[in-house]
Each structure stands twice: as structure tokens, then as C-alpha cells.
């Protein structure tokens, strides 16, 4: 869907509240029950002709006044392997992200992404490369499960804030959209079956704990002493580990809810005995027993801008094992897809790529 600019904004519907959606209808000159029929289409993926239960006239205004900023499919890859499935989008503005649809035993996840580009710098990260492009829209976000939904003709159940972009750098739009996907009258995916990951915003974190929301939090950490954590993740050195692993307490502490530590497992660079034994450390200091501890670890993707190679198995098994040793709790992430860069940001990044190049063969042709 391409918008063409025009001198008076559409409404950007689909990231109204039901109260905003109704002030929208009265205006257009409709009753109130409206809006609720509106809000469930829109959020079922229907395009305004398709709301077949409102007038032909009610739909013409909704055209002129009105977008459903829903991503187009751009690119679509089925993994062989294990059914997995990776979208690549385009926005409203020719801009591109990317989800990745996975199938778990207990429902169907959807891992979406929060900005174009990325802003924090992390240096394993594919989605950092070119800097951050734009926060994306309530809409945008419920869009990539929309829209996947649809694709997909299954239930999507559960979603994860792991894609592209940091969802605390966009709190606002974020925030509105994990209300609107809960909504009964809309997808109405359960808090309880939404993690949201940050790379460690402190601020973000505080404020989170005080929506009430009930989501799971997953922390980034990576690397458990500030002078390699600030290395590979600049973010600490706006917030060291300390201050991160405090947060967590809170956040813990207000919302009842468990943090999940995520850990990348970077081939000589914090995978060995000595940052096991850092890791233990580092969260007996600062959690000790306020909250149980929950350790993901990730054998990196290398992504094709940085040269990090994942840790092979028997130094992730022991890594594992030492964690579990010391009284938490470690899993090894399965990584799903591997066949379709199903990490995020990889797509991006070679469709910007191939764009680049196209630019530089059209530039030559014309020399
Ligand atoms: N900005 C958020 C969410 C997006 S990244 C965050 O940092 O948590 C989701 C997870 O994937 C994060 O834990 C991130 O550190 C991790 N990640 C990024 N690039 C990766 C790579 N190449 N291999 C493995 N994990 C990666």
C-alpha cells in the first residue's frame, strides 16, 4: 500500500483505541455501535471494502479520511526444516521490517519487530548496522500480527518484542499497541503470552513496572562484567550492570512477574569458565535471592556485517551446566529456521544491500 502525500493527514485508524475510534465515527456523522464493527474488521486484517456489514457510503468516507496501516508482504520464506516462517514487510513508506512466524507446542508465536533499524549499537546485532530509521506505529506492530494471522489462516497466540528495534526506545507507540492486541474485540492475545526483550533501558524498565500489564520482561544482558557488556553493548555505558540487574529487582518486585536473561554465546568472547563464573557472581551480588534466575542462552547467528562466530556445543553444554550448578536456570534457545536468516534484521539488511547496488549499476549506467 503506498500512501500519497496529501495536504490534510489520513487518520491512521488502526492504532485508535475503541473511545478514539468512536469520537472518529461521530464525526464522520455515524452512530457509536460503528466504531465497534470498524474495530473488528480492521483488527480481523479486512480492508475497508471488505467491512461488508457497513453502508457503501460509511466506506467511502473511511477511504477518504482513513488508512490501515497494515504491512505488505515484500518477501515470504518457509523453512524446511521446521515450518517456520519469515516475512519480510513494506511499510506505508516503502520502508521494510521483518517478523519471523514460529510454531511451538503450545500455540503459534510471532516474533515482531518495533522500529525500522535500530538506534543501540549492540555489535553482534544485524539490526543495528545502518542506525535507526523511524519508530514504528501501534498500527505497524499490530499489523505484522494481522497480517501474518491472515497470511497464515492459524491463530497467531503469542508474541515476542525480539525483532528489530529496541520496543523500549518506542515506549509510547509500544505501550498502545500491547493494549489494542489484548483487546476482546480485537486479536485478544493475552499479556501472559507476550515477552517484551529490551537491551537494558533502565528508565523504560521503571516505567514498565508501574503499567500493570502482566507481560514477561527479557533482559539482554550478554556479558556479565561492565567493561566486556560495554564493549559489545554500548547501552551499558549509559546503564551498567548494576543499575540493569537492580531494575530487574523492581520490576520484579512490583509485577510479581519473572525476568528472563538472555545471553549470546559469542565464540571466545564471553563464552568461557571465567564469564560462567563472572555471570554467577555478578547475579548472586545483585539478585541473590530476591527472584528466581532464568538464564536463555543464545549461540550467536552470525550475521554477514561482523565477524562473531557462535560457541561450539560442548562449550555451550558446559556453560549451561555451571549456571544450573550454581542454583539457576539455563536453557539453550533452539534455533529455529536457520535455513531462512530467520535472526531479525538479516532481510533488511540485504534489501538495502541490493538497493545500494542497483543505485550504484544505475549510477554507472548513466556515467
Ligand atoms: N532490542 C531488544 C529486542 C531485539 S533483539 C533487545 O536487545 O533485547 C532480540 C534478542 O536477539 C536480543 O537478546 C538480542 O541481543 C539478540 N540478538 C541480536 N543479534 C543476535 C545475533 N546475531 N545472534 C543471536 N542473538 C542476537
Not at 473488528?40 to 480492508?47: L, T, Y
Not at 508501574?210 to 551499558?236: F, Y
Not at 510479581?256 to 568461557?272: A, P, V
Request: a neutral charge.
Amino acid at each position: 500500500m503506498t500512501i500519497q502525500a496529501t495536504t490534510t493527514p489520513k487518520a491512521d485508524l488502526l492504532s485508535m483505541d475503541m473511545a478514539e475510534l468512536e469520537a472518529f465515527v461521530k464525526a464522520l456523522g455515524e452512530p457509536r455501535f460503528r466504531a465497534q464493527q470498524i474495530f473488528e474488521w480492521m483488527h480481523r486484517g479486512a480492508s475497508f471494502s471488505e467491512m461488508t456489514n457497513l453502508s457503501g457510503g460509511l466506506r467511502e468516507k473511511l477511504a477518504a479520511n482513513a488508512v490501515l496501516y497494515v504491512p505488505r508482504i515484500l518477501e515470504k520464506y518457509v523453512s524446511a526444516k521446521d515450518g517456520t516462517v519469515k516475512y519480510l514487510w513494506e511499510l506505508y513508506d516503502g520502508e521494510n521490517v521483518e517478523s519471523v512466524f514460529m510454531r511451538y507446542h503450545h500455540g503459534n508465536t510471532i516474533c515482531i519487530s518495533t522500529q525500522a533499524g535500530c538506534r543501540m549499537g549492540c555489535a553482534f546485532c544485524a539490526s543495528t548496522v545502518g542506525g535507526k530509521v523511524r519508530d514504528l506505529l501501534p498500527s505497524e506492530m499490530l499489523g505484522q500480527v494481522i497480517a501474518a494471522q491472515r497470511d497464515m489462516g492459524e491463530r497467531i497466540s503469542g508474541i515476542v518484542l525480539m525483532g528489530i528495534g529496541e520496543p523500549l526506545d518506542n515506549y509510547d507507540n509500544v505501550l498502545r499497541f500491547l493494549r489494542l492486541v489484548n483487546h476482546e474485540r480485537g486479536l485478544g492475545i493475552g499479556h501472559r503470552h507476550i515477552s517484551l526483550s529490551t537491551c537494558g533501558l533502565v528508565d523504560g524498565i521503571d516505567r514498565l513496572a508501574e503499567e500493570g500489564l502482566g507481560i514477561t520482561l527479557s533482559v539482554s544482558l550478554h556479558a556479565p562484567t561492565d567493561e566486556l557488556r560495554s564493549r559489545i553493548m554500548p547501552v551499558n555505558r549509559k546503564w551498567n550492570v548494576e543499575q540493569l540487574l537492580c531494575a530487574t529487582v523492581r520490576y520484579f518486585e512490583k509485577t510479581g512477574r519473572r525476568i528472563s536473561f538472555e545471553y549470546t554465546l559469542i565464540s571466545g568472547q564471553n563464552d568461557t569458565a571465567e564469564e560462567a563464573a563472572a555471570l554467577v557472581a555478578v547475579m548472586r551480588k545483585y539478585i541473590g535471592r530476591a527472584m528466581p534466575i532464568h538464564i536463555n542462552l543464545i549461540p550467536v547467528n552470525p550475521i554477514r556485517e561482523r565477524s562473531f562466530q557462535a560457541s561450539d556445543e560442548g562449550r555451550i553444554r558446559r556453560f549451561a551446566a555451571y549456571l544450573e550448578k550454581n542454583g539457576m536456570t539455563a536453557t539453550v534457545r533452539r534455533t529455529l529456521g536457520p535455513d531462512i536468516n530467520a535472526s531479525c534484521g538479516q532481510l533488511r539488511n540485504q534489501k538495502h544491500q541490493s538497493e545500494k547496488d542497483t543505485d550504484e549499476t544505475n549510477i554507472k549506467e548513466t556515467e
